[in-house]
């Protein structure tokens, strides 16, 4: 049986523009082979787009991402131009690209003293193939789409999907449908440019995201790495914006995930809620009209469920199938109420946040209702084609023991538990604000829930305890050192006691790698440093720990491990990718590529806003105007300020000074 490898991601240059995607090598080639390609809603439009001269390799010497969806690339054409040591012509190439088109730009000049004969070649291919038949290994060479002559230029087409290409100016030849060539002489200090625009054909389920529901959100510092890491961020959460309708949400990362998933588009609503409530709103709309109403094993919906995922088509991938709208997630439900009461929080719309109470009432009752049987909310894939794990560590290894065994389903996950304590306390407040009925027993069912949290899942160990990672089938402690913990900080069902606790286990060189937060520690038998949930770090996870320890009071913690996402940013041009490995920071400059990391991943974009806001300490509620900071934070950080923050209609200004003073401030 041949095993399958995911493509490796870490080399290749990306620019998005949902649902668009393009995937060249870093150079800005898009080869035959892999997954590089232009893609739209899940279907690979061009699986090569290469450029090339007669005569002489093109060499790269500079290139630049502009934001999320604009690339630029510089080469040198050293054996074009006569004798002398300097390149005499230069290749300029300009990408461009949006939601359903691409534009190429080739600009070739000559400094030469002389004249210079050019042959420009460009080399286009297609397959046509759906995403996931890519990740699976599928080669170009087996499956290439012939490409047919059109009044501009040339057509590939199957059914309703397909793209076009015009040429301008027109080529002078076009070889087999694939190669376009164009030849001229450059004059010295002439300058010759061809514009290749795409445009791809067919529906995509879900549009663009249209203007960013965020807007004036900067930062200033002295240390250049936070305003570039901003500005790359924001650029990258824009990009990845795509919309139900009329409803904004944010897609979960590029190139596996270029669409809508319920945990991992609630979570950048949350980490993003300082900023913008309209974004949280309408990503809780988008999944309401897809909330559960029937009990279907296939896809796993449930009455008053939320989704996990929403395909085109069934996805097929290394034994799974999941059908185009599935619902394995344990923990989009409440983590549905959580948003909303975190939008209320910060000032949503009152009519809009009312709009969503029913939606808020069935999830409470399925959290209630699947925690009946066993006191948890527990999961397990009675398909056997769906996930193994459905909470944020999904992969099959990664609910562990200390001693290495992997825990049999159900699993009961430790910060699952601690999403729907909180749901259940913030959501009875929520209809309570609002004049509604609470939901009968719930109350009383999150109190008992505490109560039993605190007895079932902590660890007793020498060192003075830690939250198991999950309770097994059998019910026994799943006892592993690993970051959901960091999770349950913010939730409340910790007492102070043992948030102390986990926050001396959270910030120990062998959980905190100096990059971030470790998935998993490193005195573990089953830790790797490249292991997707078993040693990894993840930015987003490293933001979830973050943003509970300022709601705990732990800002000072929470600035040195925002420390250092942001000095692992400087190694990735700014552009945290989903993932990347956990080394020690005193080990190396910077930490390894996780060589199939999704780069850009979103809520990944959004953890280091969310961490800013957190390290400033500041503590907001709409409803009685209240707006506080601490007077003093760590300046671990520096001195920096952040503007576009929003408590309701208001928007603020927040400044660290190099004392670490708080100052909020209008804009």
């Given amino acids: ?32 082979g892999g997954v590089q390609g232009w893609f739209v809603d899940d279907v690979r439009l061009l699986a090569e787009l290469s450029v090339s001269v007669r005569g002489s390799d093109l060499e790269l010497i500079g290139s630049d991402l502009s934001g999320a969806d604009r690339q630029s690339y510089t080469y040198v054409a050293r054996r074009l131009g006569g004798w002398i040591h300097d390149p005499q012509v230069s290749v300029d190439r300009r990408r461009s690209l949006t939601a359903a088109g691409l534009v190429e730009e080739i600009e070739v000049a000559s400094r030469a003293q002389e004249d210079v004969p050019l042959t420009l070649y460009v080399d286009l291919a297609t397959d046509l193939a759906p995403m996931a038949e890519v990740r699976g290994g599928r080669h170009l060479e087996d499956h290439a789409v012939a490409g047919e002559r059109t009044e501009h230029g040339l057509a590939w087409r199957r059914g309703e999907t397909g793209v076009e290409v015009a040429f301008a100016p027109a080529p002078d030849d076009v070889d087999e449908g694939r190669r376009a060539s164009w030849s001229t002489t450059l004059a010295p200090g002439g300058s010759f440019t061809v514009r290749l625009t ?42 990845l914006l795509m919309k139900d309708g009329d409803d904004a949400f944010v897609a979960a990362g590029a190139p596996w995930f270029l669409t809508l998933f319920g945990r991992d588009s609630l979570w950048v609503a949350r980490l993003m809620m300082p900023f913008t409530t309209g974004l949280a709103l309408s990503t809780l709309r988008t999944l309401a009209r897809r909330q559960g109403t029937k009990v279907d094993p296939d896809s796993e919906e449930q009455p008053g469920k939320i989704l996990h995922e929403v395909r ?6 290394g034994g799974m199938s999941l059908p185009p709208v599935y619902y394995g997630t344990v923990d989009a439900t409440p983590l549905f109420v959580c948003t909303l009461a975190d939008a209320w929080q910060w000032g949503a719309d009152r009519e809009q946040v009312a709009d969503l109470l029913p939606v808020v009432r069935r999830c409470l009752a399925w959290v209630v209702e699947q925690s009946r049987e066993s006191g948890w909310l527990r999961y397990v894939d009675l398909s056997g084609r769906g ?9 099959v290894d990664s609910v562990q023991f200390a001693d290495g065994r992997l825990a049999e389903a159900p699993i009961a996950l430790s910060e699952v538990q601690g999403y729907a304590y909180e749901a259940a306390v913030r959501g009875a407040a929520l209809l309570e604000a609002f004049g509604e ?4 027993g719930l109350a009383d069912w999150a109190t008992d ?12 160990t020498a060192e003075g305890g830690h939250v198991a990672i999950a309770l097994d089938g059998t019910g026994a402690q799943v006892d592993s050192v690993a970051s959901n913990m960091g999770h349950l900080l913010g939730t409340g069902i910790l007492d102070d006691e043992r948030t102390a606790r986990v926050v001396e286990v959270l910030t120990a060189p062998d959980m905190a790698s100096g990059f971030g937060l470790r998935t998993l520690t490193s005195r573990s038998p089953r830790f790797s440093r490249l292991s997707y949930h078993g040693g990894s770090v993840w930015p987003h996870d490293t933001a979830v720990a973050v943003r509970g320890l300022a709601l705990d009071g732990y800002v000072d913690a929470a600035a040195d491990l925002t420390a250092g996402l942001v000095a692992a940013s400087e190694g990735v041009a700014y552009r945290l990718p989903e993932l990347y490995g956990g080394d020690q920071s005193t080990d190396v400059a910077f930490p390894v590529d996780y060589p199939a990391s999704c780069r850009p991943q979103a809520w990944a974009a959004a953890a280091p806003l969310a961490c800013l806001v957190a390290v400033t300490g500041l503590d907001v509620d709409a409803a009685t105007g209240r707006v506080e900071v601490p007077e003093v934070v760590s300046t671990r950080l520096g001195s920096f300020t952040l503007h576009g923050v929003r408590v309701g209609d208001r928007e ?3 400044r660290v000074d190099g004392a670490g003073h708080v100052h909020v401030l209008p804009a």
């Fill in 437 to 440: 009925e609470p939901v009968a």
């Fill in 652 to 654: 603020l200004t927040v």
């Fill in 1 to 32: 049986m041949t095993q399958h490898l995911t493509p490796l991601l870490n080399d290749l240059a990306v620019s998005v523009a949902a649902p668009a995607i393009v995937l060249s090598g870093p150079d800005g080639q898009v080869g035959r």
């Fill in 198 to 239: 795409f445009t791809a054909h067919g529906t995509p389920a879900l549009g663009p995201g249209g203007p960013a529901p965020w807007g004036g959100v900067a930062v200033d510092a002295p240390d250049v790495r936070l305003p570039r890491l901003v500005r790359q961020s924001l650029a990258d959460l824009g990009g």
């Fill in 387 to 395: 996930l193994a794990n459905q909470g944020w560590k999904d992969s």
């Fill in 312 to 317: 085109n088509t069934t996805l097929e991938l």
């Fill in 449 to 460: 829930l505490r109560a039993r949290f605190a007895r079932d899942f902590w660890v007793d």
